[in-house]
Structures are given as structure tokens and as C-alpha cells.
């Protein structure tokens, strides 16, 4: 009966572990109700034949213009630049080998994206571009200098009138942003386990299982287009919002928005609310 006993309070003590590392944040309606039921257009409104690139001011303007929320990416040139850009390097989008970030902003504006006449732009362009006809999600992209993109992507925020908010893969720079910018609505993306393959098994358990949440209690967790782990579904039980990436068949529109919160879109046309 003894080892009983402890074998119930060793398992009792483990799951208040899990709760804990677990535990995201609960935003307020008022905190939401700029983002909330509303499709958001990925990295802009851009064309599968990449006629209208993706992460352009043509996408953006084109979101905005048919009243789309807006998710894009930013990260750092080497000179310390805030640029708009998704991946860590220019080779698929521009053709050209090397890494974002080993670039100045001068060299950055160089290349085209996709074979366009569109260049990289910076987020004050693309804040120019909307001027607060879209709300913007915007995910901080991970990298060496984690702290100065936070602290110089804030300050641009700060000096935008309209609404955004932020999300990362990295539960380090959501939980930046729990500390110096409470205010502002913030998200953990995420995806399952298995699709971080680039990283330690360990590395893509933390994360695609959401233990993260410790460092930044999330307030909307935006995860991936696939079947979600337990550990998900509990802490979407828990009451942070609810976002899907990325949404792309038309056919599967009723369910990605009857399920969540916020629907990031590509490759089709659906309505701009459907909450």
C-alpha cells in the first residue's frame, strides 16, 4: 500500500510538472478583439506562380486593399536593418547564397524576390504600405541576435498606429515580449514533434509539445496545419486563442475556421471574417 501511495503522489506531482511547464496565458476579450475571426493572408497576398512574390509590398498591398489580415516575418540585415523576409537565407527566394543576416541592408537591395521587380522591404515600408487598413501578425525570426531584433522591431511597432501582434517559433523571444511589452498580444508557433528535424529529438519535443510555455505564456498558440499531440489539445483547453497555419485548400475552409480562432491562408480567396 506504501508504494502505492507513492507511486499516485510521484504521478500527481509530474502532471502539476506538466501543468506548469505548460500553463499559457489567457488574453482578455478586448486584447483579441482587433485579430479575432479574421483570415489572415501568409506573408502577404501572394500568387502560387510567384508572379506576386511572397513577403512583397505588391502582397501586402493586395491584402490589405481586399481587407485581409496580414502574417509576415522580420529579421535583421548585418548592419542591424529591420528587413521582411522568411527565410534565414536568400537562396530560394533570390537566388542568391548566403544568409539573411550576412548582408547589409544595401546588398539586401540588390536582389529581387522571385525574379520580380520586387525587392526586400523593410517593415516601416510595409507599415507605409498598409497604413492600419490590416491587422498584422508578425513573427520574430530566431536567430543570433535574438534580443536586438526584439528591441528594434518593438521600437518600429511602437511608432506604428495599428494593430499587431507577435508571435515566434522561439518560446525565448515570445517570452521577451511577456517582459518588456505585456500589452501586446503574443503567440508560440509551433508545429508536431517529428517536423523539427532539424534540431535534437529532445529539441522538437519542447517545442512541438508546447513545454516552451514556461518562458513566455503564450496568449494564442498558432500551430501547424496537422493533428495536434495531447499535450496541444490541453493547452488549447487552457484558454490562450486559437490559430491555424497554414490553411491552402479551399475544401478544408469550414473546419479550419470552425476550430479556430485565426485562419492563415495562402493560395486561395476566402472571406475576410468568418467569426
Same mark, same amino acid.
Given at each position: 500500500?506504501?508504494?502505492?501511495?507513492?507511486?499516485?503522489?510521484?504521478?500527481?506531482?509530474?502532471?502539476?510538472?506538466?501543468?506548469?511547464?505548460?500553463?499559457? $496565458?489567457?488574453?482578455?476579450?478586448?486584447?483579441?478583439?482587433?485579430?479575432?475571426?479574421?483570415?489572415?493572408?501568409? @506573408?502577404?497576398?501572394?500568387?502560387?506562380?510567384?508572379?506576386?512574390?511572397?513577403?512583397?509590398?505588391?502582397?501586402?498591398?493586395?491584402?490589405?486593399?481586399?481587407?485581409?489580415?496580414?502574417?509576415?516575418?522580420?529579421?535583421?540585415? @548585418?548592419?542591424?536593418?529591420?528587413?521582411?523576409?522568411?527565410?534565414?537565407?536568400?537562396?530560394?527566394?533570390?537566388?542568391?547564397?548566403?544568409?539573411?543576416?550576412?548582408?547589409?541592408?544595401?546588398?539586401?537591395?540588390?536582389?529581387?524576390?522571385?525574379?520580380?521587380? #520586387?525587392?526586400?522591404?523593410?517593415?516601416?515600408?510595409?507599415?507605409? +504600405?498598409?497604413?492600419?487598413?490590416?491587422?498584422?501578425?508578425?513573427?520574430?525570426?530566431?536567430?543570433?541576435?535574438?534580443?536586438?531584433?526584439?528591441?528594434?522591431?518593438?521600437?518600429?511597432?511602437?511608432?506604428?498606429?495599428?494593430?499587431?501582434?507577435?508571435?515566434?517559433?522561439?518560446?525565448?523571444?515570445?517570452?521577451?515580449?511577456?517582459?518588456?511589452?505585456?500589452?501586446?498580444?503574443?503567440?508560440?508557433?509551433?508545429?508536431?514533434?517529428?517536423?523539427?528535424?532539424?534540431?535534437?529529438?529532445?529539441?522538437? %519535443?519542447?517545442? $512541438?509539445?508546447?513545454? $516552451?510555455?514556461?518562458?513566455?505564456?503564450? #496568449?494564442?498558440?498558432?500551430?501547424?496545419?496537422?493533428?495536434?499531440?495531447?499535450?496541444?489539445?490541453?493547452? +488549447?483547453?487552457?484558454?490562450?486563442?486559437?490559430?491555424?497555419?497554414?490553411?491552402?485548400?479551399?475544401?478544408?475552409? #469550414?473546419?479550419? +475556421?470552425? #476550430?479556430?480562432? %485565426?485562419?492563415?491562408? +495562402?493560395?486561395?480567396?476566402?472571406?475576410?471574417?468568418?467569426?
Amino acid at each position: 500500500m506504501t508504494v502505492l501511495w507513492i507511486l499516485l503522489a510521484a504521478a500527481a506531482v509530474l502532471a502539476l510538472l506538466a501543468l506548469f511547464l505548460l500553463w499559457p $496565458g489567457r488574453p482578455s476579450p478586448e486584447k483579441t478583439a482587433p485579430f479575432y475571426g479574421r483570415n489572415y493572408a501568409h @506573408r502577404g497576398l501572394h500568387s502560387q506562380d510567384k508572379s506576386v512574390p511572397e513577403n512583397s509590398l505588391a502582397a501586402f498591398r493586395l491584402a490589405a486593399e481586399a481587407g485581409y489580415g496580414i502574417e509576415l516575418d522580420i529579421q535583421l540585415s @548585418r548592419d542591424g536593418q529591420v528587413v521582411v523576409f522568411h527565410d534565414d537565407t536568400l537562396d530560394r527566394v533570390c537566388g542568391v547564397h548566403g544568409r539573411v543576416d550576412a548582408f547589409t541592408l544595401e546588398e539586401l537591395r540588390q536582389m529581387r524576390l522571385c525574379g520580380t521587380g #520586387e525587392k526586400i522591404p523593410l517593415l516601416t515600408e510595409v507599415f507605409a +504600405e498598409v497604413a492600419g487598413r490590416s491587422p498584422f501578425i508578425i513573427e520574430l525570426k530566431t536567430g543570433p541576435r535574438n534580443a536586438e531584433l526584439c528591441e528594434k522591431g518593438l521600437a518600429l511597432m511602437r511608432a506604428y498606429d495599428g494593430p499587431y501582434c507577435v508571435e515566434s517559433f522561439d518560446p525565448r523571444i515570445v517570452g521577451w515580449f511577456k517582459k518588456h511589452a505585456p500589452d501586446l498580444l503574443r503567440g508560440q508557433l509551433a508545429g508536431p514533434p517529428r517536423t523539427y528535424n532539424n534540431m535534437p529529438a529532445v529539441g522538437g %519535443l519542447v517545442l $512541438g509539445d508546447l513545454l $516552451g510555455n514556461v518562458l513566455a505564456r503564450p #496568449e494564442f498558440i498558432a500551430y501547424d496545419n496537422k493533428p495536434k499531440p495531447a499535450c496541444v489539445r490541453l493547452v +488549447e483547453r487552457l484558454g490562450p486563442a486559437k490559430v491555424l497555419w497554414t490553411a491552402r485548400d479551399e475544401a478544408d475552409r #469550414e473546419r479550419v +475556421e470552425k #476550430e479556430n480562432d %485565426l485562419v492563415i491562408f +495562402e493560395f486561395y480567396r476566402p472571406q475576410v471574417k468568418f467569426k
